[in-house]
């Protein structure tokens, strides 16, 4: 046989915006998404995973058209047997994946249908800094009902979570708005059947948190300049109009200076707005902790005027509100805000936003809030692309990875998995004693393991110790095993030492111990209940 | 704006070889997979998630070539600006993600490395039944040392992981081989510098487990009728040589005879065997549990005769049998047992595989061994691709799906989750109230949750309780209400007491209560744990 050509040597790299994921990165990851699983499941929610694969066409949103099918997608075409076959992709969120599922196996699955699903998605996009095209999601979603306890229910649920997975409360606010108020407001003002107009605000609306107040005002009328100085053409709004919509977002801001100062004058109302009185929803009985929630829907409802829609919308948020009361859920924790706008776009109905609102500092070394960990919202139409029919379902997107950031921030998880204890080889020919002591203290639930290196330089193998965040190290030379002891060092205590303890303190505090052979483990374990005693 | 077209309706259906998994399938799964991370972490080593995505380049073994680029994986092509970019691919297993990784990150990692990872894995092959494209592995490596402990190691902590994840002591076995000993062989036969036969045996010894000792023995000398009818090819071996290889696939049932019936007499000896004794490695303390593994390399010995790679490899094994017997690892787990052939092309040195010895029923109701669910070895070359210098590593994956499938089989998992507790809907405008309830159980870390669907017809209810496996329902109609009670079902034992329970029976033990809402969380926990008493 001819010998094959060398081939050069490939690049051992990750394709660009991969990564990879290493030790405690991947354990944390792990532990949290179990912590959200535990909430999911006591809310009694089923787990859900689908393949990562999919048709092309099942996805849906990213249909193949003749020149990039796969824009935003990773996509390929089967290979089948005598021609070319089906597009595949890879999954870029877990909701498409669910609309799947549910219409495939509608007939065995409960209805409703309250399903977990986490693992990762991918994204066929340009990579930035700290942008990869690999990510994990962590879904809740309830298919099949049109109840606002569905909606409640996943919000108790999202707020649960956070603290479970150790935020703590005031550190985090799950904010809710809905769609069909945004409707409203925009039919109150006469733009109703205005289909291209409607979607310009809205399009606009979503910039709110990029461009602020001043931004939105703009572009809602005669236009803006950006900040490489390009003209962007406004949607044309008369200033009463935009007004309006500036008091939909601005909802929060003004609810306060009204619950500060006293309600407005009636030549301080918004102009164009209806001032209508909250009727047959104020009537309910509610808490002292919702003075919110209904301050803001009075505020809403002078917005809205009369409308169907808007008025739809009211009810809905009126209707969370109470169900999270009656959980003991206050607006310290869920609160009415028109200000998400996230999403409004794609949901049909309530949306959801859930916000650290403590303080981290950015790039610039300025303070800002940490923000937007998940999402979601009301989405009555992601099924019917399969079977026809209008299925209703609820659900919230966790962002894993800027939750696990968020803890790190915080301190509550160390990025730090604890090393094993090392024993140290002194005696190449009697690695089986080594192994020995080290099955001892496995079996004793103690992460352990001998040096597997070259056992030539004992430097070497400290070091390696050193490089795994070894707690101890374990030595049996030549003269121990005569006299059946070993050593133990406290690497811990020693580095302690090291760093610049006085020769009282070595004395007082030794970092190393000569036991008999059989008190191994028992020592091994005493060092590290006081190694863990003073780390808290 | 001009309508689009309307697009037909997709199917809801995965893509061919793919599938979904619910519930049980996933949390078992899951819970497993931690339970393996658990004792590889004990053992010291590291958790490692690569990207899912490869540069093909990297993934080595299916380099593109110009007609089918993605032979054996899912790959596509980058679309990079002004042009075609790299072909991508998705992993196929978690070897070769291991050797990217090490060759890139090897200045930071610590030497040596033990890894391990976890997840799926992509094959683009022609799916069958029960063989899908996408499954878990679940893999244990250790890169950058030629010590046998390595190997003995991952041995030890492939039988402490069996026996973690419900495998009882007995009902699995580790069986060693190694390479360099099958090399030995064919070096003593005079097949040591015919690479062509030497890999034509190789390839036919790869069917042992296929076409038994029969089909092996017409494979390795004149050839062989298979199932159709079609003839294949011998190898060409004179009866002696075909006699010795088959000695050596045999060697456990020649042992086992050899113990049973004494030694053999000379003219019983394998034509072509040397008869050497052991001398080096027999003056080895050794404890009886040893004799087994000692008695097998004997009589290697006398297949390898006086060859370097076969004494090499005789060495290689007894070390690692020393090693294991030092921690307490004896034959009863942990064997040599040179009919492990599955690999042996693809290793360089020790071979293991873990299989379980229990035997279930296959398809045609004949009883068999249940068979493997872990191999690996050590793989010498594979970092080399990207460096340019060997690595030694070593390591073991195990089948996740596979085991699963053992575990259910012995009843060691249920494949169920236990339901939520359903409070369902007597009256949709108190849905705050039953909110309320579930809250209060939910708190007390018991799942529950409201019924969501359309509460009119209380039947559909019961029947969603049923679907979803609940164990308890409550209820609160207005009747209840106005008593301060409310009505909690045991739908287990009122399952129980449908079936076939006579009126004393039913009257004796109810399985519905009258109680206070104030005792609803106590009655709920009574009843759970009656139940669960019941079932264990």
Redesign the interface.
């Known amino acids: ?1 001819a010998k094959p050509k060398k ?1 050069p ?8 915006g ?6 405690a ?3 944390e990851r ?1 532990e949290m998404l ?1 912590r959200i ?1 535990g909430v999911y ?4 929610f ?10 092309v ?2 996805l ?1 949103k990213f ?1 193949p058209d003749v020149d ?1 099918p ?1 824009e935003g997608v ?3 075409q ?2 089948d047997e005598g021609g070319k076959g ?1 597009w ?1 992709a ?1 999954r870029y969120d877990l909701t498409a994946p669910l609309a ?2 549910y ?3 509608r007939n065995e699955l ?3 249908y ?1 399903r977990y699903a986490m693992g ?1 998605v ?1 994204r ?1 996009e340009k990579p930035g800094p700290g942008r990869y ?2 990510f994990y999601q962590c879904d809740a979603d ?1 298919v ?2 049109a ?1 606002m ?2 909606d ?2 996943i919000c ?1 649920m999202l707020a ?1 979570t956070l603290e479970e997975v150790g935020i703590p409360r005031g550190d985090y606010i799950v904010r809710v708005n809905n769609r069909k108020v945004l409707n409203g407001v925009l039919e109150a003002m006469g733009l109703g059947d205005d289909e ?1 107009r409607s979607a310009a605000v809205m399009r606009t609306i979503d910039k709110f948190d990029k461009v602020g107040e001043e931004g939105v005002h703009q572009l809602l009328t005669t236009g803006r300049k950006d900040a490489s100085g390009a003209f962007i053409e406004g949607v044309g709004l008369t200033e009463d109009r935009a007004e309006l919509v500036l008091a939909f977002l601005n909802s929060k801001t003004i609810v306060e200076k009204e619950l500060r100062d006293g309600p407005p004058q009636p030549d301080e109302r918004i102009p164009g707005g209806m001032g209508v009185k909250l009727n047959d929803l104020q009537d309910r009985s509610h808490s002292a902790g919702q003075a919110w929630n209904w301050a803001v829907m009075d505020h809403l409802m002078r917005l809205v005027g009369q409308t169907d829609i808007g008025m739809q919308g009211l009810k809905e948020l009126g209707e969370i509100a ?2 999270l ?4 859920y206050g607006p310290d924790r869920i609160v009415i805000d028109p200000s998400v706008v996230r999403g409004l776009g794609y949901y049909t109905g309530p949306v959801f936003e859930a916000e650290l609102t403590f303080e981290i500092l950015d790039e610039k070394g300025r303070k800002r809030q940490f923000g937007s960990v998940a999402g979601g919202g009301r989405y009555d139409d992601l099924v019917k ?4 029919q209008s299925v209703p379902a609820t659900g919230i997107s966790i962002g894993v990875d800027r939750l696990l950031a968020a803890l790190r921030e915080k301190g509550r998880i160390g990025g730090h ?1 604890e090393g ?1 204890v090392v024993v140290t080889v002194m005696d190449k020919g009697r ?3 080594y ?2 002591m ?2 001892e203290l ?1 079996n004793a ?6 040096y ?2 070259n056992p030539k330089n004992f430097g070497n193998q400290l070091k ?1 110790a050193d ?2 965040g070894s707690p101890v190290a374990v030595i049996e030379g030549g003269d121990e095993k005569a006299k059946g002891v070993v050593q133990i060092k406290d690497l811990v205590l020693g580095a302690k030492l090291a760093e610049g303890a006085t020769l009282e303190e070595w004395k007082e505090r030794p970092s190393q111990f000569e036991v008999p052979r059989g008190d191994l483990v028992a020592k091994v374990r005493e060092i590290l209940s006081a190694q863990q005693g003073g780390r808290h």
């Open positions: 046989m081939a040597r490939p690049n051992a790299e990750t394709p660009k991969f990564r990879d994921y290493f030790g990165e991947v354990t792990a179990g699983a499941h006591r809310y009694g089923d787990a859900l995973e689908s393949s990562a694969v999919e048709t066409e099942a849906g249909l990039r796969n990773f996509a390929w089967e290979d089906d595949l890879l799947r599922v219409a495939q196996h409960p209805t409703p309250r990762p991918w066929n095209r690999q309830t099949g009902t109840s306890a569905a409640a229910e108790a649960d291209a109470d169900l009361a009656a959980q003991g692309r399969f079977t026809g998995v094993p690695m089986a004693d192994q020995a080290v099955a496995r639930g103690i992460r352990a393991e001998v597997l290196g390696y490089r795994r």
